[in-house]
């Protein structure tokens, strides 16, 4: 066949799962390498067996009438079998169920292909099958394309179905989607189940996310232990943030195992955990059917991603080691925790959703409070030569703090997983957290600008180049002890023209995954010097003081003012120059959020 890419035309994919063999069925099991049934021997009126598994970990069959082959369907050269299906493993979800993606259809003992397509309309017993030619090339394929998610029917495909479901074409539809792929999450609380659903669908926007049973990862077998029309899961991670995506095994021969009979995340080559799961049930629901079932163990690598389908080998898949230990202070509770991330682009948003769940779980509610954190993170350079990144800090949250207190460790690995001037790889993230619900900071309750012998509040401040500039700040902590007074002052450069600006608060407060960061977000030239740099961050207990001038906003004096517990709060006050404009512009440095605050603004 033909690997040009072209709009394809068919159906959702019947993403994830395999069903059980009902008891007393007749009919035996496939086995291991079945001969591939050539397309050119398809023909309409063929009645063919297909298998998947509804309960349990038995494939369970099912029938399928050929109605048809629609030609060029999904891409140039990508022909698509057209069924019809039928018995109590389709009736489980009232039609096509996402789960199905991959289950193999035989015709007179052959491999015909895998049912991997559904109809845009709804629930349907119309499925789309990969012919098993194409699938069993997905080791030669090259990467193609990607292939819209939806695609319009030609009008003698839809006439087609209308007749053979008694339907008026209105009521069929004019396209094909892939169905969704059901994919399973461990280990994140109801209230930020959404939040995680978001960030994992930029891996594929097609996942029906629902929530799942952790897996734990080192290999539990081999590639041949997989049985054709069994369940395949596809895993992003194991540990306690488990994600996979599961469907049905089509084709096991020789360590090799092919499934889905559609992408995963379409990666081409790549490097994912590939295992069995244990199904529970056909859940309905409004937004189509699907499988929900318990990941199991890996038992190989799944290298090839592709058009056809996804393949896996024998071999443990790399993976990087995301190690917790969480303390409530309050009530004793602790839990160490893992999360073993298989899909490397995804290290950032895993190892974010890891520390916040262990949070949730240990901290046992969503609020306010403290934490004070220290973590390493390992990796290696381009030429294989380590490097760490340690660092402590403080937070504090009124509102979710296992959400708000992750964010300074989420945006070092992005800074660190999209360093352009070189690639590096991660080997570890370990963290220790210690949780406190009593939220305990001091705020800045007060900037008061000081000359000739008077303190006072003010907006804007007037001065030369080569002044010094004089403050007293007034720091309240939250357990009412008494009020912290910070003295301190800034000099103006005598050679700086235009302006300057001063901004006081806690730590560094930048951003850099919500662009916050202003002057600090131009990358430096080495890696080393981004970590050094990142390491180098003033910690939140800090009240840090600092003087801008010049278009790039440098700093140019800063003093710090170490304290045992959170500064919350920030302020930014411009400096003005008679007869010069304009101070500059500090977007960023702790947070637009925060710029124009007055003191006493909680952070």
């Known amino acids: 066949m033909g690997s040009k890419v072209r709009r394809p035309i068919l159906v959702g994919i019947a993403a994830v799962g395999a069903l059980l063999v009902w008891a007393g069925s007749a009919l035996a099991a496939p086995g291991p390498c079945a001969s591939a049934l050539p397309l050119s021997a398809v023909s309409k009126g063929q009645l063919g067996t297909g298998w998947t598994v509804v309960d349990g970990t038995d494939p369970q069959s099912f029938d399928a009438e050929v109605l048809g082959v629609a030609k060029d369907l999904i891409a140039p050269g990508r022909d698509v079998i057209i069924v019809k299906i039928s018995g109590p493993t389709v009736d489980a979800g009232g039609g096509v169920w996402a789960g199905m993606s991959g289950s193999p259809v035989y015709i007179g003992g052959d491999l015909a292909g895998a049912l991997a397509y559904g109809f845009s309309f709804g629930a349907t017993d119309i499925a789309g099958l990969t012919p098993a030619e194409d699938m069993l090339q997905v080791n030669s394929l090259r990467p193609l394309p990607k292939i819209p998610a939806r695609i319009h029917l030609p009008r003698s495909v839809v006439r087609m179905v209308a007749a053979n479901i008694n339907a008026p074409l209105p009521a069929v539809g004019g396209s094909l989607v892939r169905l969704k792929l059901p994919a399973t999450i461990s280990g994140v609380a109801p209230e930020h189940y959404g ?79 590939a295992g069995s799961a244990d199904s529970l049930t056909i859940v309905p629901d409004p937004l189509g059917p699907y499988k929900l079932a318990n990941v199991g163990s890996p038992v190989g690598t799944l290298d090839q991603d ?62 306010s409070g403290s934490a004070s954190y220290a973590w390493t993170i390992d990796g290696t350079h381009e030429d294989g030569t380590p490097w760490e990144l340690h660092r402590a800090n403080m937070y504090v949250s009124d509102f979710d703090l296992s959400f708000d207190s992750a964010f300074e460790l989420y945006d070092e690995l992005i800074r660190i997983a999209q360093y352009p001037n070189e690639k590096i790889d991660f080997t570890s993230v370990q963290a220790t957290v210690d949780l406190d619900e009593t939220v305990r900071d001091y705020k800045l309750e007060d900037v008061l600008y000081c000359r000739h012998g008077s303190c006072d509040d003010v907006k804007s401040i007037r001065a030369h180049p080569g002044d010094t500039l004089k403050f007293r700040v007034t720091l309240k902590p939250s357990d009412s002890s008494p009020e912290q007074i910070v003295n301190l002052q800034l000099k103006i450069p005598p050679s700086a023209r235009s302006g300057a600006t001063v901004t006081m608060g806690g730590g560094t407060g930048c951003i850099f995954i919500f662009g916050e960061c202003g002057y600090d977000v131009q990358e430096p030239e080495t890696f080393d010097k981004l970590i050094s740099k990142l390491k180098n961050q003033k910690p939140n207990n800090v009240l840090a003081a600092q003087l801008f001038t010049g278009r790039t906003a440098r700093v140019r004096d800063h003093v710090d003012t170490l304290f045992d517990q959170v500064v919350s709060g920030a302020v930014q006050i411009p400096v003005f120059f008679p007869k010069q404009c304009c101070p500059p512009d500090v977007p960023g440095s702790f947070g637009d959020e925060f710029f124009f605050f007055r003191p006493g603004a909680a952070r």
């Open 195 to 273: 939040r995680v659903k978001k960030l994992l669908k930029r891996y594929k926007p097609s996942l029906q996310f629902v929530p799942g049973a952790a897996a734990s990862f080192g290999l539990g077998g081999t590639v041949d232990d997989l049985v054709p029309g069994g369940n395949f899961s596809a895993a992003l991670s194991y540990g306690d943030i488990t994600v996979a995506g599961v469907g049905t095994t089509t084709y096991v021969c020789d360590g090799q195992a092919l499934a889905f009979g559609h992408p995963m995340t379409f990666g081409g080559r790549t490097q994912l955990g």
């Open 306 to 367: 592709r058009l056809a389908g996804i393949r896996a080998v024998d071999g443990e898949p790399p993976s990087v080691p995301v190690m917790t230990a969480m303390t409530s202070l309050d009530s004793g509770r602790s839990h160490v925790g893992e999360t073993d991330v298989v899909l490397a682009d995804a290290l950032p948003d895993l190892a974010f959703t890891h520390v916040f769940s262990n949070i949730d779980s240990v901290f046992d509610k969503i609020g």
